[in-house]
């Protein structure tokens, strides 16, 4: 079974350009998650998908990040314009069904965003 | 609101030493534990998790843990490490109601000395 794939892997931009990261979940699973992971620091939730619907966006900083998940099936991340704070790196995460508090959720490699 | 504590940093232990990753949290709700693992240049991978019965679970690779609700602790244990156990340790929990959402710790990164 393939897992959660993510690219680019890496990416460095400039302060005020514009970076778009793409996530393609494990097949079937309805849930899809965008963290952010700041140096030092645990991955925070930034957005849920339940298929193509948003369940959670709470956390995301709307006037420069924005995500969708046409299809629900991949999704995409977008900052613009980046700052020098976003530099980390961007989890996306997948699981069956959100509405399972048990259910597991599997991670990709995730983005390293550099901002200069 | 929910919170985890990984008071730990950064552990450095010698090969076959047992090791002990604490985890404390804080939370209105009750919740589920996780611990997750990630390996270098690897992304987050499950290592085991809490979510009723026996407090005492146990995952493939020889950790433990063991879920203490008197002081909201769920600390990682393995008798003896080894060095392919070198990698960053985030505890996390995830309410039992609502959406299915992790909390994470800064973690802990092990470092396993030949």
């Known amino acids: 079974e393939a897992g959660v794939a993510q690219s680019p892997r890496y990416k460095i931009i400039e302060k005020r350009q514009s970076v778009a990261f793409w996530c393609n979940p494990i097949?079937?699973?309805?849930?899809l998650y965008w963290y952010q992971q700041i140096l030092g620091q645990g991955p925070k939730l930034l957005i849920q998908?339940?298929?193509?619907?948003?369940?959670?966006d709470s956390q995301l900083p709307k006037d420069r990040f924005s995500a969708e998940r046409l299809k629900g099936v991949d999704s995409t991340l977008k900052i613009q314009p980046a700052k020098l704070e976003d530099s980390a790196v961007y989890l996306c995460?997948?699981?069956?069904?959100?509405?399972?508090?048990?259910?597991?959720?599997?991670f990709g490699p995730g983005t390293r965003l550099t901002v200069l | 609101a929910q919170s985890v504590t990984q008071l730990d940093s950064q552990v450095p232990v010698f090969e076959e030493a047992p090791v002990e990753l604490r985890c404390n949290y804080s939370?209105?709700?009750?919740?589920?534990l996780f611990w997750y693992v990630q390996y270098p240049n690897q992304g987050l991978q499950l290592l085991l998790k809490?979510?009723?019965?026996?407090?005492l679970v146990e995952s493939i690779n020889g950790f433990e843990a063991e879920f203490n609700k008197s002081q909201t602790s769920f600390h990682l244990r393995k008798p003896s490490v080894h060095i392919s156990d070198t990698a960053e340790y985030f505890c996390?929990?995830?309410?039992?109601?609502?959406?299915?959402?992790?909390?994470f710790g800064t973690g802990t990164r092990l470092t396993v000395i030949p």
């Open positions: 995460a997948s699981s069956l069904d959100r509405r399972e508090g048990t259910d597991t959720q599997y």
């Open positions: 097949s079937g699973h309805a849930t």
């Open positions: 998908f339940q298929n193509n619907g948003v369940v959670d």
């Open positions: 939370s209105s709700v009750s919740v589920y």
């Open positions: 809490y979510l009723s019965g026996s407090t």
């Open positions: 996390a929990v995830s309410p039992l109601t609502g959406a299915n959402n992790l909390f």
